[in-house]
């Protein structure tokens, strides 16, 4: 059974990085999964923000535009998100999800992030 | 990009009512539309997948039907944990898109 665990701070200064990990168990993250992540705001707006593949390729969502980044660690089995220039309106619950044939059929438990001073 | 509008935005029931919840898409998508269940405090699951096909493990009272642009979520006699909020999601094109949930209520 593929496990998802998501970690990092809970808390982020306004126009610092938010970096977040997912590690994986239960499967490989080169074997054939795409690795996303997803965030949902207070108010319950989900939103994408992107994917990297089991190949290693991107794809990020444009409202993000130059903000986003998504790599990843073989050896560990983790994926990472990194957001610049954060702000107030980057508060939310993030999710990392993985995806077999564009269906997101398993989910982290979730990592709330605050952007405060 | 493709925008999935949910409705009605709360749906107040009581238990054993059967129920319809609804997921327009602004342009045609195929079958391309996902439902997840979310529960308070807990993550997405994942329901319906490809408007109507069944996952393992869920209860068979779930089942869901459309294409093009107008979707169903039905919900056969609902029972106390049913009530969360309900997502649609399309993977018709990038960038992928949720619509703006369904809460499913006790009367």
């Known amino acids: 059974e593929i496990q998802l665990q998501e970690s990092g701070p809970g808390l982020v200064k306004p126009s610092q990085s938010l970096s977040l990990t997912c590690s994986v168990t239960g499967y490989t993250i080169t074997s054939g999964y795409d690795w996303s992540w997803i965030r949902k705001f207070p108010g319950n707006k989900m939103e994408w923000m992107g994917y990297?593949?089991?190949?290693?390729?991107?794809n990020y969502n444009p409202s993000l535009k130059s903000r986003i980044s998504i790599t990843r660690d073989t050896s560990k089995n983790q994926f990472f998100l990194q957001l610049n220039s954060v702000t107030t309106e980057d508060t939310a619950t993030y999710y990392c999800?993985?995806?077999?044939?564009?269906?997101?059929?398993?989910w982290g438990q979730g990592a709330s992030v605050t952007v405060s001073s | 990009d493709i925008v999935l509008t949910q409705s009605p935005a709360t749906l107040s029931v009581t238990p054993g009512e059967s129920v319809s919840l609804s997921c327009r898409a602004s342009q045609g998508i195929s079958t391309s539309i996902h439902w997840y269940q979310q529960k308070s405090n807990e993550s997405p699951r994942l329901l319906i997948k490809?408007?109507?096909q069944s996952i393992s493990g869920i209860p068979s009272r779930f089942s869901g039907s459309g294409s093009g642009t107008d979707f169903t979520l039905s919900i056969n006699r609902v029972e106390s944990e049913d009530f969360s909020v309900y997502y649609c999601?399309?993977?018709?094109?990038?960038?992928?898109?949720f619509g703006g949930g369904t809460k499913l209520e006790l009367k």
């Open positions: 999601q399309q993977s018709y094109s990038l960038p992928r898109t």
């Open positions: 990297i593949s089991y190949s290693g390729s991107t």
């Open positions: 490809y408007a109507s």
């Open positions: 999800a993985g995806v077999t044939r564009y269906v997101m059929d398993a």
